[in-house]
């Protein structure tokens, strides 16, 4: 059995899911090459984790030194889980470098870049393969199978919200993804996965959108309007954030501490940054209507300070509705291990047959992060001959397109005010 070699670019929190993966259960068949990032220290943990769970060190690599990883470990795939405003330069630099390629979502942050990756891949012909672990949860193909299967006649229109809670929706205005220019803004980062799930029920992709996005409770002009008066800039050594709920203890979790604090001196990154700061230049509070090319309409939105975790969705059809609510487990990015992130706590499909009684759909939450859908689609990347899969749940780059462009569009409709055609976006 051949073994294949992977080089991973960016060692953060989301990070671990792969080289820890690599390291033990695909151990047979996919060895590591080579770790890239702009620190030092983060690199040293990986390999030291690695290390524990029987794998061998590897060689480490500044992101000026990325081809020469290429062309020193010689890998066959690159796994890009770096910041997302990088994404496109190490996707591309890897296909030019002949490698096939494996990325976190979302696939880019822009059109610009998301152009610059259609491009390559055109000229190159190489793989790219988007992490979509949301469409592998139980719950969510089985909302697949009853919408192919035709229980609700056509789909004609969708009502779908997502609510982030105060744990790890706050964590989203602490970290990087507080300036869009890094994240694309959580219509990008975040939703990338919603709008992706849209795309694989219904088989279709947008066509127009518009949208409103506002910052209502993060950052310090909101504080300041409910009465807020202490304020700080980070949480690691500030007397004000002590009696703060929504301040991070980074050194009092082995991994955060590790990851980020102990690497500060190399990364000059600051994970715990007061959500309460006057520099967040995304939205917390974000509503997208969208209509499809064959059709149906949606309307979306996005909070990211409420009590509880999780989406509401309904689907309209000419045959009844289908209504679908879960509930997700709170978590702190990088701090929670790779079974509780997105681990669901409830879940609940229920159909209404036009004529007919409603009936709830048997269904149970798989194990394993994100709703079960971690360690499925795992097997889907690592193994050389995956078990069939009926829902074609794999992505490639054209779906990571696809997934972003919704929220490119509704970032471009917020700052104009207008209505954006998303065929005027990017050139296939």
């Known amino acids: 059995m051949a073994v294949k070699r ?6 953060g929190g989301r990070a671990r899911m792969y080289y820890e993966a690599i390291a033990t259960t695909y151990k047979d068949i996919a060895r590591l090459t080579g770790f890239c990032d702009q620190s030092r220290t983060r690199m040293e943990y990986a390999n030291s984790t690695i290390e524990k769970l029987g794998a061998q060190r590897v060689p480490v690599y500044l ?3 990325f081809e020469k990883m290429i062309e020193e470990t010689k890998p066959d795939v690159v796994i890009v889980t770096s910041v997302d405003r990088t994404h496109d330069d190490y996707i591309c630099r890897a296909m030019e470098a002949g490698c096939d390629v494996i990325t976190e979502k979302p696939l880019t942050i822009d059109e610009r870049k998301a152009q610059r990756i259609i491009d390559t891949q055109k000229r190159t012909g190489r793989h790219v393969r988007v992490c979509f672990n949301y469409r592998y949860a139980q719950y969510h193909t089985q909302v697949r199978k009853l919408i192919r299967d035709g229980i609700i006649g056509t789909p004609t229109s969708v009502h779908f919200e997502w609510l982030l809670n105060t744990r790890h929706g706050a964590d989203y205005y602490r970290r990087w993804h507080r300036n869009k220019i890094n994240s694309g803004g959580l219509l990008v980062h975040k939703a990338t996965h919603h709008f992706d799930l849209v795309n694989f029920w219904l088989a279709t992709e947008p066509e127009t959108v518009f949208a409103f996005g506002d910052l209502k409770f993060y950052g310090r002009a909101a504080a300041e309007k409910r ?4 304020f700080y800039s980070r949480c690691y050594g500030s007397p004000e954030a002590k009696d703060d709920p929504f301040a991070l203890d980074i050194a009092s979790s082995p991994v955060l501490k590790a990851l980020y604090l102990d690497a ?3 990364s000059g990154y600051i994970r715990d940054r007061s959500v309460f700061s006057d520099d967040i ?4 509070t974000m509503n997208v209507l969208v209509r499809y090319k064959n059709g149906v309409q949606m309307s979306y939105s996005l909070t990211s300070y409420m009590p509880w975790e999780g989406l509401n969705i309904a689907f309209n059809g000419t045959a009844g509705r289908i209504e679908y609510k879960v509930v997700e487990k709170s978590y702190v990015n990088g701090d929670a291990g790779k079974d509780k992130e997105g681990a669901a706590d409830y879940g609940r499909i229920t159909v209404f047959p036009m004529f007919g009684e409603p009936y709830d759909v048997d269904v149970k939450a798989g194990n394993g ?3 079960g859908g971690d360690p499925v689609m795992l097997d889907d990347i690592f193994l050389e001959n995956p078990p069939y899969d ?3 749940r794999a992505a490639d780059f054209r779906d990571g397109v696809k997934s972003i462009l919704t929220g490119i569009a509704a970032n471009k409709s917020i700052a104009s005010g207008m209505p954006v055609q998303t065929d005027s976006l990017v050139r296939w």
């Open 6 to 11: 992977y080089a991973q670019v960016g060692t």
């Open 63 to 65: 992101p000026h030194e």
């Open 227 to 230: 009465g807020v008066e202490k």
């Open 264 to 266: 500060e001196a190399d």
């Open 281 to 284: 230049s995304i939205e917390d």
């Open 369 to 371: 992060g994100h709703g």
């Open 390 to 392: 009926e829902f074609h």
